[in-house]
């Protein structure tokens, strides 16, 4: 199952540079990456709704709902700043370069959520490795945009 888990995940990230691609075009075609962003916003809504009614998954109740806390409303507009940005600069910047400095940014932030243990994370304090760790990517960013 971890092997499965794995393979998932991996195909997940795989797929982030074809949808920055699919969702530029998109953006050109549209006339706007924020159409594009909105426009793929309602796919994957339709997307999830039958897969919902397919697997007969019971709603959640408004009880449940109001039990999430206010900052669990808010990844939907981080998705939506994501995407928006991966249809703007995929064109300008290059798959490399625009998931690079997207990875960049994903270490960063893990790193620090990990060491305040925020956002539902285990707490792990910044260690000199980390660090090393986020400055070798750092490294790798500059690397991939001026090579």
Known sequence: MVW??????????????????????????????????????????????????????PWPGIIQLKEAPAIAWTGGLMGAFFVTCMAFFA?????????????AGQIVMSVLLDHFGAAGYIQQEITLPRILGVLLIAAGVVLVKKF
């Open 4 to 57: 499965l888990s794995i393979f998932l995940v991996f195909m997940a990230g795989a797929m982030l540079p074809l949808q920055a691609g699919i969702n530029s075009q998109l953006a050109k075609a549209s006339g706007h990456a924020i159409w594009a962003s909105g426009l793929s916003f309602v796919v994957g809504t339709l997307a999830l709704l039958s897969i919902f009614l397919m697997m007969r998954l």
């Open 91 to 103: 064109p300008k910047l290059g798959a490399t370069t625009l998931l690079a400095l997207i990875i």
